[in-house]
């Protein structure tokens, strides 16, 4: 049907196989039909093709919308799924007629359009999914206000946390995922239609109208720019090789919290599995899949920037590759953050090992050189080499932190700074009140249980608002597609 005129031998059976995209184009079949469907009701209005052939066309994709894929002949010889539906049509209705489908667009506006639409509707389920996540993690800290942990830098024991601290933290990192997957959107959400092959087309079309039909929010003007970019789909991988990466922070730390060295949480049994020959093993392996996933979207990531970096304007087949990274980055991002979801609302924490790692490494350090600043009027800097002297010597002399005592500090002074320091010993074993600490840390975003409700509600605040504006572009995709189907079938009629 495409090759009778410029060529006139039938394409190689391994260089059409090679070059196929028809088993990746199932995905976009719906918005390809629907596409077909506002494109023939735009060119009847425009009387650009009569209301008659026009009828006729939209008969058989309604057809087809129907009866689905499966109403298709999917060979590799017809390229994709573009000649599939166009090859439906004719036969439906005739070369005559059918052969107008294909009037003032060309499959290079049509499939960037197709691709647009399904992604919108694959983004907005993320976004609820990592929104659920948010949710979730919430929970779990609301229930953890008081639960102490240690807090770690370059993976050592630093100053003392709580456990809804450390989840609100990332309650804050998956908003911002959920926050850049909504502007992935939106910049998704423009329409190609009418852009044609590159030029537009001579033709008297409103490319306006059908992008209202589909429920686009605007049309993507330069027509050239229309059918060559990529840069919405480029943003979209972007933003879940970022969420997948923050995932994965949390997947690690859950396989670290998990093991016998550290054993700060127990992961449900539901989320684990165990050795075929060792029996007593319980592996994190829900986690360590989630770790593995998200080197895979930055290999998705990179393979799609590499596919777009030397591509000139506006069309080549290349993009063609681009969009199975596209559709992998989705859907191994949507599954990885419903199962780890699932998995953070069932965590079980430890509050006494935490507590006790908490009180290890001498965390209440930093603490105590604060207190010689306030109430010994010391430099913070005297103070910070102070304390950390009396630490060297009592790890040196085996000692805990349970038996530092305020003559160890003064020895300390007196040899760093030639004199003692003007503390009591009630005032030395204050720093060493790890609820006090926390409860001290009342600024904005702090671990204090005061803070962190703060923090929760201002999230939950967020997250609510944001789920209002996810709904409410997904009613507004719903409300075009409806109103499209209906306009059809008033047509029909």
């Known amino acids: 049907m495409l090759r009778g005129g410029r060529l006139e031998k039938a394409i190689d059976e391994m260089a059409s196989k090679y070059t196929s995209s028809m088993q990746t184009d199932i995905r976009i079949f719906k918005p390809v039909v629907h596409i077909n469907m506002a494109h023939v009701i735009m060119l009847a209005e425009r009387r650009i093709i009569s209301v008659e052939d026009a009828t006729a066309i939209l008969r058989a994709l309604h057809e087809l919308h129907e009866r689905g894929v499966e109403a298709l002949e999917l060979k590799p010889e017809l390229e994709d799924i573009h000649m599939a539906i166009e090859k439906f049509v004719v036969e439906k209705v005739g070369e005559e007629v059918g052969g107008k489908l294909h009037t003032a667009k060309s499959r290079n506006d049509q499939v ?7 992604l919108r509707r694959d983004l907005l389920e993320l976004e609820a999914a990592v929104l659920e996540l948010v949710s979730n993690l919430l929970t779990v800290a609301e229930k953890h206000v008081d639960t102490i942990m240690p807090g770690y830098t370059h993976m050592q024991i630093a100053q003392p946390t709580t456990f809804a601290h450390y989840l609100v933290a990332y309650a804050s990192v998956f908003l911002r995922d959920a926050e ?7 910049q998704t959400n423009y329409c190609p239609m009418g852009a044609c092959a590159l030029a537009g087309t001579g033709f008297p079309i409103d490319r306006v109208r059908v992008a ?3 429920g686009f929010k605007r049309v993507v003007e330069n027509t050239m720019d229309a059918v060559g970019t990529r840069d919405f789909a480029l943003q979209a991988i972007s933003s879940l090789a970022i969420l997948m990466t923050n995932l994965s922070r949390l997947a690690e730390e859950l396989v670290l919290w998990s093991s016998a060295e550290f054993n700060m949480v127990e ?10 020959i060792m029996p007593q093993k319980k592996n994190p392996v829900v986690a360590e899949i989630a770790r593995a996933k998200a080197g895979r979207l930055s290999g998705d990531l990179v393979g799609a920037l590499s596919v777009m970096k030397a591509l000139p304007q506006s069309y080549s087949l290349d993009l ?19 199962v780890m979801s699932r998995l953070m609302g069932a965590i079980k924490p430890k509050p006494e090992v935490m507590r006790r790692r908490a009180q290890e490494s ?3 350090a930093t ?5 010689l600043v306030r109430r010994a009027g010391v430099a913070f800097r005297e103070a910070h080499a102070v304390v950390g002297r009396m630490i060297a010597k ?3 002399e085996g000692k805990s932190h349970d038996a530092l005592t305020l003559d160890d500090l003064q020895a300390a002074c007196r040899e760093l700074v030639g004199k003692e320091v003007q503390l009591t010993e009630e005032e030395f074993r204050s720093a060493f009140d790890i609820e006090r600490c926390i409860e001290a840390r009342i600024t904005l975003g702090g671990p204090s249980p005061r803070s962190v409700r703060e923090q929760i509600k201002r999230l939950r605040g967020a997250t609510k608002n944001r789920e209002k504006l996810r709904k409410a572009k997904a009613r507004a995709i719903e409300k075009a597609e409806q109103k499209l189907l209906k306009e059809v079938k008033r047509r029909l009629r």
Do not use: C, K
């Open 212 to 214: 209202r039909l589909l």
């Open 320 to 338: 063609q590759e681009l969009t199975p990274l596209l559709w992998d980055a989705v859907d191994q991002a949507l599954e990885s953050v419903r």
């Open 394 to 396: 009592a790890i040196e």
């Open 112 to 118: 960037a359009t197709a691709i647009r639409m399904a």
């Open 180 to 186: 850049r997957i909504s502007q992935s959107f939106d």
């Open 267 to 276: 992961i449900p049994d539901e989320f684990t599995a165990t050795s075929s």
């Open 362 to 364: 001498f965390a209440m």
């Open 367 to 371: 603490e105590l050189a604060d207190l």
